[in-house]
């Protein structure tokens, strides 16, 4: 492959939520592969702790990493996280949204809060951490990525949720392209594929032979990695990404396009 690429984050503040594991701690673990000081936030003390611990190791000798706590459905909590950060770090460069809940239900057995719960977390939860946000990002300059599904431009039959809420977020994205651009700061979503090794790949391709339907079903004929979403998080926030916003950017190696079948 021609034109090697490197991104430079050294000295810009990076903050993730949901990004104590899965892809999301992938992409916060690529940018502080790539010099940024990066801060994971988590539902859970122990694993946001571990993954701090993990990203500390990455980054460049004297950057570091922190960790802080929150449910994004509550928007105190969010708000302290964002306080909190201010004192400990400062100003927020980049800002990737990724706290997300899932699971498999038919629309005619999901109970009320059960639809509620994944629209609170992927989509109000959205609107927390950007509402509560705004105020801390450097702007202008500063890039916003929302991470979002194939279920936001596709329907999949037990995923009436994840559609609707989903699909929300990238009209948030859109929305804020416009009354954001003008201040300067870019808002984005991207859209993984089916990505190997993550809780939701498990659930939804557990056995060899669903795997190789879903391999069959990408166009670029393998599972991606967390790094090659990272790498389009990367690409959007850095400079080579400045005339970008408002963008619903797949990294899922032409799944959407096809279809983004599951083989069942
Ligand atoms: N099938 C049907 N309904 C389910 C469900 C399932 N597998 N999991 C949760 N629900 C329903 C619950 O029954 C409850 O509704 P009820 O009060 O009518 O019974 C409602 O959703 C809230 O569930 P609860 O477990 O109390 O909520 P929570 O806030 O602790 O967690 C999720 C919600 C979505 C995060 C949870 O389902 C979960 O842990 N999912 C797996 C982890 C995950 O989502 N990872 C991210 C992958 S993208």
């Known amino acids: 492959m021609s034109g090697k690429v490197s991104f430079d984050f050294s000295g810009t503040n990076v903050m993730v939520f949901g990004g104590t594991s899965g892809i999301n701690l992938g992409i916060a673990e690529s940018f502080a592969r790539s010099g940024a000081h990066v801060s994971v936030v988590g539902r859970k003390a122990d694993k946001a702790e571990a993954a701090a611990a993990q990203l500390a190791d990455i980054a460049p000798e004297g950057v570091g990493a922190k960790f802080y706590t929150a449910d994004v459905r509550d928007l105190e909590a969010v708000e302290a996280v964002y306080a909190s950060h201010d004192a400990d770090v400062g100003k927020v460069d980049v800002l990737v949204s990724g706290a997300a809940g899932n699971f498999p239900a038919l629309f005619n057995q999901m109970s009320s809060n059960g639809f509620k719960a994944v629209v609170e977390i992927d989509l109000v939860g959205t609107f927390h951490v950007l509402r509560a946000g705004f105020e801390h990002l450097r702007g202008p300059g500063a890039s916003v990525i929302n991470i ?37 700061i870019r808002v984005n979503s991207v859209i993984p594929g089916p990505i190997d090794g993550t809780e939701g790949m498990a659930r939804l391709a557990p056995t060899e032979q669903m795997r190789k339907a879903v391999i069959n079903a990408v166009p670029l004929g393998r599972f991606g990695t967390p790094d090659d979403v990272a790498q389009t998080c990367l690409f959007l926030a850095s400079d ?25």
């Open 240 to 264: 080579a990404g400045r005339y970008v916003s408002g963008a619903i950017l797949p990294a899922d190696g032409g799944w959407l396009a096809a279809g983004a079948r599951l083989g069942f």
């Open 148 to 184: 979002s599904a194939p279920q936001a431009e596709i329907a999949m039959g037990l995923q009436s949720h994840v559609c609707a809420a989903k699909a929300g977020v990238d009209m948030v994205t859109k929305t804020l392209s416009i009354e954001w651009g003008a201040k300067g």
